[in-house]
């Protein structure tokens, strides 16, 4: 009965082999795609942030832009209510 017992296991081993190697194979495939994917979204993170950067540095200056002209602006004269409901007429 041990004899069977060893044999059967021996066998169960021998033919579990090649479905490790198998899954160790595609588990290594998969982290080869997975290390891809993640440079790729790094690379994607790295000029998004030098994007951002370049927008803040475009808004700033077009605020500043924004404020000088505010200023260099005269100040309408104001028109009264009456002025402006008179009604001419010829």
């Given at each position: 009965?041990?004899?069977?017992?060893?044999?059967?296991?021996?066998?169960?081993?021998?033919?579990?082999?090649?479905?490790?190697?198998?899954?160790?194979t595609?588990?290594?495939?998969?982290?080869?795609q997975?290390?891809?994917?993640?440079?790729?979204?790094?690379?994607?993170?790295?000029?998004?942030?030098?994007?951002?950067?370049?927008?803040?540095?475009?808004?700033?200056?077009?605020?500043?832009?924004?404020?000088?002209?505010?200023?260099?602006?005269?100040?309408?004269?104001?028109?009264?209510?009456?002025?402006?409901?008179?009604?001419?007429?010829?």
């Amino acid at each position: 009965m041990r004899k069977n017992t060893w044999a059967i296991f021996a066998m169960a081993a021998a033919l579990s082999l090649p479905l490790t190697a198998c899954k160790d194979t595609k588990t290594l495939q998969e982290n080869e795609q997975l290390k891809v994917q993640v440079a790729e979204l790094q690379k994607d993170n790295s000029q998004l942030g030098n994007d951002l950067e370049t927008m803040t540095a475009a808004r700033d200056a077009l605020k500043q832009e924004n404020e000088k002209l505010k200023a260099e602006m005269k100040p309408r004269k104001k028109h009264s209510k009456a002025a402006s409901r008179k009604h001419r007429r010829s």
